[in-house]
């Protein structure tokens, strides 16, 4: 099988050398830096340099931004292989989605939109490694058109590479999940960073602080096209959170101990039951794997 690679960044030249570390497949590397090709087959990362309109791939993983990537795709499309299968990578779903399954379904071939719930604080190539995905979360978004028997494929690939979960999710779920799960902590994190103690917090820090501010370095341009682009719904969970945290001033100001506590106590409620909830599944999928082996 030959696997093209576009975009050659962390997750990109992650999954780059993952395959080549697990799998026999021929991998072939696309970017716009050289530098970073000859790297990347200076390392053994990739077979060789192609790109879509090359035609010739049973699979093109799209590893850009999905205001990059969109455009490309959009340009590579007619001469993909007929019968392959385009997958992206991207950070959002939602009309994406929706546009390239019928596309490609009218061009002759597959579409599989899919995130992988992996990353560093640093990016770039330079930044990737082959067990990135270890045991990651990897979400693939299906609608309407969607082939069933391309969604298998990339699950197969996914564990090849190291993900240790495959979760189906709609592509409006999935946004709103990103919204909620990540776009928010990094809002919060960059927020959180903006006191005057922050100078010599590391003084007197442990690892609750290391964990609020640990994303907050992330990358300026990407993330905030990330929020605008997934605007209303990162708005509506940022308002949540806002209100919740008025609920925490509120009974400081009036002095409410009796408030707090409850507020603190329905915060541990909520996370308790997600731990007990995560528990039961995890218990429910070792026992099924057990079903299948007996």
Not at 12 to 35: F, M, N, P, Q
Not at 253 to 261: F, H, V
């Amino acid at each position: 099988m030959k696997i093209l690679v576009v975009g050659m960044g962390l997750i990109g030249g992650s999954v780059c050398k993952a395959l080549k570390r697990k799998c026999d497949y021929i991998i072939h590397g696309c970017d716009t830096d050289e530098e970073v090709l000859k790297a990347a087959m200076e390392d053994g990362a990739i077979d060789g340099i192609g790109k879509m309109e090359d035609g010739v791939y049973d699979i093109c993983i799209v590893c850009l931004h999905q205001r990059v990537a969109q455009p490309c795709m959009r340009q590579a499309l007619p001469f993909l292989k007929k019968g392959s299968i385009l997958m992206d990578m991207c950070g959002l779903k939602g009309q994406m989605v929706l546009e390239f399954t019928n596309a490609c379904r009218i061009a002759g071939l597959y579409y599989v939109g899919t995130h992988p719930m992996a990353g560093r604080e640093k990016s770039g190539y330079f930044a990737s490694i082959p067990d990135l995905f270890d045991r990651a979360n990897f979400i693939i978004t299906p609608t309407y058109g969607t082939s069933s028997e391309a969604v298998e494929r990339v699950s197969d690939l996914a564990r090849e590479i190291g993900f240790g979960k495959i979760v189906l999710t709609t592509p409006h779920r999935h946004d709103d999940m990103i919204a909620y799960t990540s776009q928010l902590a990094h809002i919060v994190s960059s927020a959180y960073v903006k006191d005057d103690c922050m100078d010599d917090a590391v003084s007197f820090s442990g690892g609750s602080f290391q964990d609020m501010t640990r994303v907050a370095t992330m990358d300026e341009k990407m993330w905030s096209s990330l929020f605008m682009d997934n605007r209303l719904l990162l708005l509506h969970h940022l308002e949540l959170l806002i209100a919740h945290l008025s609920e925490y001033r509120t009974a400081l100001e009036t002095q409410d101990e009796t408030a707090l506590q409850l507020l603190i106590a329905d915060g541990r409620r909520v996370q308790e039951e997600n731990v007990r909830k995560r528990k039961r599944d995890l218990e429910e999928k070792e026992h099924n794997n057990e079903l299948v082996a007996g």
